[in-house]
C-alpha cells in the first residue's frame, strides 16, 4: 500500500525561529499580566499599560496579531479596547467598499477605473 505521506521526514533539530513576543515589554516579570488587562473605566491603568506598549521593540507587531485574532479585551499594541473596536470597524468599512466596488466592476466593466 503507498501512502500519502513521504517516506522520510524532516529532523527536529533544525533551528526555528524566535517568536516575535519573546522581544515583548509584557513578557517581563516585573509586571503582572493584570496590568494589559485594567477595567475599561480605569483610564490611568490603561494609560499606564499603554505606555508600556509605547516602549515595547514589537508593539506594532502585537497590534497586527491582536487585529488579526479578534482580541477584545485589554490593552494590545497600544490600543485599548474602544481603539480596537474602532480599527476593526474602520477595516471592516473599507473591505465593504472594495467588495462592493469589485462587485460593480464585474457587473460594469470600466466601472472600478471610475469609482477610483
Not at 505521506?5 to 516585573?30: I, Q, S
Not at 499580566?33 to 502585537?62: H, S
Not at 494590545?76 to 477595516?91: M, N, S, T
Not at 457587473?107 to 477605473?113: D, M, R
Amino acid at each position: 500500500m503507498t501512502s500519502i505521506f513521504p517516506a522520510r521526514k524532516a529532523p527536529d533539530n533544525l533551528p526555528r525561529p524566535v517568536h516575535w513576543g519573546t522581544a515583548a515589554v509584557c513578557r517581563d516579570e516585573e509586571f503582572h499580566p493584570d496590568v494589559w488587562f485594567p477595567v475599561p473605566t480605569d483610564l490611568v491603568g490603561i494609560e499606564f499599560a499603554k505606555g508600556l506598549c509605547r516602549r515595547c521593540p514589537v508593539q506594532m507587531r502585537c497590534r497586527t496579531d491582536a487585529l488579526n485574532r479578534g482580541e477584545e479585551h485589554g490593552v494590545w499594541g497600544g490600543l485599548d479596547e474602544d481603539e480596537l473596536r474602532a480599527v476593526r470597524r474602520v477595516r471592516r468599512a473599507a473591505a465593504a467598499k472594495q467588495a462592493a466596488q469589485e462587485k460593480q466592476a464585474a457587473e460594469e466593466p470600466g466601472a472600478l477605473a471610475k469609482a477610483g
